[in-house]
C-alpha cells in the first residue's frame, strides 16, 4: 500500500526556499543582476494562468521569488497597476513587477503596449514579447529586434523573449538589452529545454543574463537549465495548472537552486568538459582550405 505524501506546511515550504538561495548565494560569486538590480532569486513567475491572486501570493511566499510578470493585455487600462486585482497584493518595495507585452504581433503594438505599462505605473522594465503566430506562440525575431531598438532608446529596460538563436542575442545585447530570455521549447508545452546547443552557445557567447523561459514542464527541466549556465529561468504553465501550485513552486524554487550550485561547482573544479552533448565546437565537413583559387598549380580533370 502506498502511503499518502504530506506536503509540508506553506511556512516550512516557505523557509524551506528561502534557506536553499541563501545558502546558495553564500558561495555565488556573481549574483544576478539585471541592468541596475540585484536580486538574490533565479525563479521569475508567470501570472497568466493562475486562477487567483491568493494563489499568486502563496506562490511568491513559498518561493521567494523576486521578479513577478504580468500580461498588460489581462489589465484594465482605467486603473494604475498597482490598483488592479490581480496584483492587489504584492509588495512592491520587495517583488519587481515585470509587464510583458504578451499578445503583441508586430514591434509597433509591442511599443504601444511598453508605453501604456509606463503610464500605468509600471516603470520601465519591460518583457517584450512579439509572437505573430498564433498557433505555436514563436517570437518574431524581426519585429521583436524592431521593437527593442525603440524601446531601449526610450530608456525602457527590455527583456526579449526570443528564439534560441545566439546571433540574435548578440545582436540584442549590442544595442542595449537588459537580458535575453530564450525559449526551451514552446510556450506551454511543457517540453524542457529542446533548444539545449544553441542555449549553451548563447551563454557561452553574451555577457548579459540568460533566462531561460518557455516551455519548462518540470522542475528538473530548470535545474538543467540552471546547471548548463544560465542565469534564470521563468516558470508559469507548470505551476499554474499544477494540482497544488504553491507545493510546485517549491520544488521549482528548490530545483533552481540545485542547478545553480551543480554549475557553481563545476566552474570552481574547472571541468570544462560538456557533459550533456560531449561537443565544444563545430567541425565543418568540408575543408576551410585548399579552395580553387589557391590550387593555381592543379589540373582540374573531374568536372
Not at 514579447?129 to 519585429?143: K, N, Q, S
Request: hydrophobic share 40%; with cysteine; proline share 6%.
Amino acid at each position: 500500500m502506498t502511503s499518502a505524501i504530506t506536503h509540508p506546511s506553506p511556512h516550512k515550504a516557505e523557509n524551506i526556499a528561502h534557506k536553499a538561495c541563501s545558502w546558495v548565494g553564500d558561495f555565488d560569486p556573481n549574483p544576478l543582476r539585471i541592468a541596475d538590480r540585484k536580486f538574490s532569486n533565479r525563479l521569475m513567475i508567470g501570472t497568466g494562468k493562475l486562477s487567483s491572486p491568493e494563489t499568486l501570493s502563496s506562490v511568491i511566499e513559498n518561493t521567494g521569488t523576486q521578479i513577478v510578470t504580468v500580461a498588460l493585455r489581462r489589465i484594465d487600462t482605467k486603473l494604475p497597476l498597482n490598483q488592479q486585482d490581480c496584483l492587489s497584493g504584492l509588495d512592491r518595495s520587495k517583488i519587481l513587477l515585470l509587464p510583458n507585452t504578451s499578445g503583441a504581433r508586430t514591434a509597433k503594438d509591442a511599443v504601444h503596449l511598453a508605453r501604456l505599462s509606463r503610464e500605468l505605473g509600471g516603470g520601465n522594465w519591460v518583457k517584450l514579447e512579439v509572437t505573430p503566430e498564433p498557433r505555436y506562440l514563436l517570437p518574431d525575431p524581426v519585429e521583436t529586434f524592431k521593437a527593442a531598438e525603440i524601446l531601449v532608446k526610450e530608456e525602457f529596460i527590455v527583456l526579449p523573449y526570443i528564439h534560441a538563436d545566439p546571433l540574435l542575442a548578440l545582436r540584442l545585447q549590442d544595442i542595449g538589452c537588459s537580458t535575453v530570455m530564450p525559449l526551451g521549447s514552446p510556450i506551454g508545452t511543457n517540453q524542457g529545454v529542446r533548444t539545449i546547443d544553441s542555449i549553451r552557445i548563447i551563454i557561452e557567447q553574451i555577457k548579459i543574463p540568460v533566462v531561460v523561459d518557455a516551455g519548462l514542464g518540470a522542475p528538473s527541466h530548470a535545474s538543467l537549465a540552471m546547471e548548463m549556465g544560465a542565469d534564470a529561468v521563468l516558470i508559469n504553465t507548470a505551476i499554474a495548472a499544477a494540482k497544488d501550485p504553491s507545493n510546485i513552486a517549491t520544488s521549482f524554487a528548490l530545483s533552481v537552486v540545485a542547478g545553480r550550485a551543480s554549475y557553481l561547482d563545476r566552474v570552481h573544479n574547472s571541468s570544462n568538459t560538456d557533459r550533456e552533448s560531449g561537443w565544444k565546437n563545430a567541425s565543418a565537413s568540408s575543408p576551410l582550405t585548399g579552395f580553387l583559387d589557391e590550387r593555381k598549380d592543379s589540373k582540374i580533370t573531374d568536372l
